[in-house]
């Protein structure tokens, strides 16, 4: 089984909640990016620390080999666009 596959479980718990999750190998490390779909539910995300830990035991391997990229790491995100019809 591959890490894209042992990550299959939490890709899907991200994406309802409106993200997408890349998975990709490169030599002992794991770059998991997620990115912001047109409604992501920006306070859905646990802190970077947290997600590293749940991805280190679901990945079977050492958090330090895993990269994280969330939606704010990513260039041009300026967050979540709320429309004055959704606005609370």
């Not at 992501?40 to 958090?63: M, S, T, Y």
């Amino acid at each position: 089984m591959n890490y894209a596959e042992r990550m299959q479980d939490i890709a899907s718990m991200l994406a309802a909640d409106g993200y997408n999750l890349a998975v990709e190998e490169a030599g002992h490390r794991v770059a998991l990016t997620v990115s912001p779909g047109p409604e992501a539910c920006e306070d859905c995300l646990v802190p970077k620390d947290v997600f590293r830990g749940i991805a280190a035991h679901q990945l079977g391997i050492e958090g330090d080999l895993i990269d994280i990229t969330y939606p704010a790491d990513l260039p041009g995100y300026s967050g979540p666009t709320v429309s004055k019809d959704t606005a609370h």
